[in-house]
């Protein structure tokens, strides 16, 4: 059974950081291209960051780049965020998925309405202002 476990959200004013983790059991981690992703109430869901299986790609939103650090630790089977500078349009619910195989880009730019197979249940992100 895949498990996908977010953890690291919570309440932050501007400017400040947060560090997401997304702790993956049940399935083979390195051969899994990895991402963020958020949504907001009334808004569609957007590829925020996502890294390859291979560890070697990774892709940023225009949103978010020079703020946010994607990466991976193969042997502990987790992936994080490191999120700085936040500011209030960052506020949503964020979530980690795996595809097999994929490359960044292809993960992040999935169209928004399309399920991921494996996927975690989101930890929310609320920046004041």
């Known amino acids: 059974q895949v498990q996908m476990v977010e953890s690291g959200g919570g309440l932050v004013q501007a400017g400040g950081s947060l560090r997401l983790s997304c702790k993956v059991s049940?399935?083979?981690?390195?051969?899994?291209?990895m991402g963020w992703f958020r949504q907001a109430p009334g808004k569609e869901r957007e590829g925020v960051s996502c890294v390859s299986w291979s560890g070697t790609s990774t892709y940023y939103a225009d949103s978010v780049k020079g703020r946010f650090t994607i990466s991976r630790d193969n042997a502990k089977n987790t992936m994080y965020l490191q999120m700085d500078s936040l500011k209030s349009e960052d506020t949503a619910m964020y979530y980690c998925?795996?595809?097999?195989?994929?490359?960044?880009?292809?993960?992040?730019?999935?169209?928004?309405?399309?399920?991921?197979?494996?996927r975690g249940q989101g930890t929310q992100v609320t920046v004041s202002s």
């Open positions: 998925a795996a595809v097999a195989y994929w490359d960044s880009y292809r993960l992040c730019t999935t169209i928004p309405g399309t399920d991921f197979a494996y």
């Open positions: 049940g399935l083979t981690f390195g051969y899994y291209a």
